[in-house]
T-cell receptor
């Protein structure tokens, strides 16, 4: 089974500072990778997804960016944080066999507070 | 378009009673359906999925879900609730057609509280 690692677990950053959140995956190869944000402990907002190294798709225009430098590494970044970037960030990994309904596996999350 | 609705923000049940968390979906083709559970400050944990076949799907921790195509529903159930089942539950759907993207569409979540 897959294991998703995320760090840091918690982060407090001032407005205007840069951000880098890292996600790594074990137990699979060539996965689809996803970044979600969860605000106020409820719904999930898909931010970015990637089907391969260097391939990033953005769901919503925002202050964030993502990169996939290696097959099982996914990074979420920002040059200048906004207060509205606060939230719980989740990385997920899913299978990519055509037509197969592989479930997504989630990491433990990073709690980001922008002050 | 694909979407999921969880009509109840909150479900409260007494320990030992049966529980149901509701989910309805909308997809263009045949659905792949999933349930996840989230404990406070944790990631989502996969509970079960429906792909095809038997409409009653059994999953982790004694949970099951019933797929109803005519009602486009996939309600999560458990015969006897435990206090430890208290958590946030998410339903998700994916269209069986399409690319290898594997994107899931999530509902807003239902907070389940089981009291002793």
């Amino acid at each position: 089974s897959q294991t998703i690692h995320q760090w840091p677990a918690t982060l407090v950053q001032p407005v205007g500072s840069p951000l880098s959140l890292e996600c790594t995956v074990e137990g699979t190869s060539n996965p689809n990778l996803y970044w979600y944000r969860q605000a106020a402990g409820r719904g999930l907002q898909l931010l970015f997804y990637s089907v391969g190294i260097g391939q990033i798709s953005s769901e919503v225009p925002q202050n964030l960016s993502a990169s996939r430098p290696q097959d099982r590494q996914f990074i979420l970044s920002s040059k200048k944080l906004l207060l509205s970037d606060s939230g719980f960030y989740l990385c997920a990994s899913g299978g990519r066999v055509y037509g197969e309904a592989y479930e997504q596996y989630f990491g433990p999350g990073t709690r980001l507070t922008v002050t | 378009a694909q979407s999921v609705a969880q009509p109840e923000d909150q479900v409260n049940v007494a320990e030992g009673n049966p529980l149901t968390v509701k989910c309805t979906y909308s997809v263009s083709g045949n659905p792949y359906l999933f349930w996840y559970v989230q404990y406070p400050n944790r990631g989502l944990q996969f509970l079960l999925k429906y792909i095809t076949g038997d409409n009653l799907v059994k999953g982790s921790y004694g949970f099951e879900a019933e797929f109803n195509k005519s009602q486009t529903s996939f309600h999560l159930k458990k015969p006897s609730a435990l206090v430890s089942d208290s958590a946030l539950y998410f339903c998700a759907v994916r269209d069986s057609r399409g690319s290898t993207l594997g994107r899931l569409y999530f509902g807003r979540g239902t907070q389940l509280t089981v009291w002793p």
